[in-house]
């Protein structure tokens, strides 16, 4: 018995720094921003309780649901993007030799530059009079005139910001996606051989199949990196034009620091974790059915 109390005192101090880091930074943080959100809070005046009311403005707000069904698109056009193409990269550079090793490498390095400095980069490719992505359309005889890429047409814009994120988190995924291909036991592999398997019999019979969970986990990594998009937003458009450009994450800031509506802040940042919550539930559900 003492033993036995030893060792869960033993496992408790092991525990115990992953419980208060929780507690400090997710938590507390998480319980005074639902507080928040039930007041009209401003840091230059004293917070008045509002009930609801700042999650019934938000469900009317239409600039709100521009923001967050904008976020959804951007969600949706870019993520099968990132999957497929992570995992065809991973299927081209997963067997082991030197120029696949330089390739991974090569596809991996802007994943390690941060995003603001990325998107900075890209601001300046793109740009209408200087950008080097213009001057190639324009020697190539590809457009009369320089493009207008950001901030003129939310469409193009997106594209334009769609680019620079695939440049910059491809690579995050296909590491991930190699690692799981060459997890996949090589006698599983030479006895698709032996059966007559060509290459993509291989790969939608053996491999994928094999690797579901790493896909389904890359995809909701990529989904809620999509849904909390804003520095490349902020920085290469700053939502325009007229804000159809402007993420969910984007229109949060603007009331919580601008407008100093923090409560409405806050209760606009719930809402938006709620959905992440949804998409990580779905993605466990999802997880489970490919075990059984």
């Known amino acids: ?35 928040m959100s039930l007041h009209d809070w401003s840091l230059i005046s004293e917070p008045r309780f509002l009930g609801l009311d700042n999650y019934r403005q938000a ?15 951007y969600t949706a056009l870019i993520t099968p993007v ?17 120029i696949r090793a330089v390739t991974r490498t090569v596809v991996f390095v802007p994943v390690v530059i941060g995003l603001g400095a990325s998107s900075l980069l890209w601001y300046w490719l793109f740009s209408t009079d200087f950008g080097v992505i213009n001057r190639i359309l324009l020697d190539l005889g590809l457009v009369d005139q320089p493009v207008l890429w950001l901030g003129v047409d939310a469409n193009t ?19 991930l996606f190699v690692g799981a291909i060459q997890a996949v036991p090589t006698e599983i592999t030479e006895a698709s051989l032996v059966d007559g398997a060509g290459y993509w019999q291989r ?21 809620i990196g999509s849904l909390l998009a804003f520095d490349q937003f902020y920085i290469m458009t700053a939502g325009q034009p007229q804000n159809e450009t402007a993420t969910s994450v984007f229109f ?35 997880t489970r059915r490919s075990e059984s």
């Open 203 to 223: 790969v939608g019979r053996v491999i994928l199949p094999l690797t579901l969970r790493t896909v389904l986990l890359v995809t909701l990594i990529s989904v």
């Open 252 to 286: 949060v800031y603007l009331n919580s620091f601008p407008y100093l509506k923090l409560g409405y802040g806050a209760a606009l940042s719930l809402v938006l974790a709620v959905t992440i919550l949804a998409f990580t539930v779905v993605q466990l559900v999802l």
């Open 82 to 98: 990132l999957i497929v193409g992570g995992y065809l990269l991973a299927l081209l550079t997963a067997p082991a030799s030197r």
């Open 157 to 175: 814009s997106n594209f334009a910001i769609s680019t620079s994120v695939v440049w910059k988190v491809i690579g995050f995924g296909m590491i």
């Open 1 to 35: 018995m003492q033993r036995t109390g030893r060792n869960r005192l033993i496992g408790l101090a092991y525990v115990a720094p992953a419980l208060v880091f929780v507690l400090a930074f997710t938590v507390y943080p998480l319980g005074q921003m639902a507080w």
């Open 59 to 73: 469900f009317g707000d239409r600039q709100f649901w521009v923001s967050f069904l904008f976020t959804l698109k």
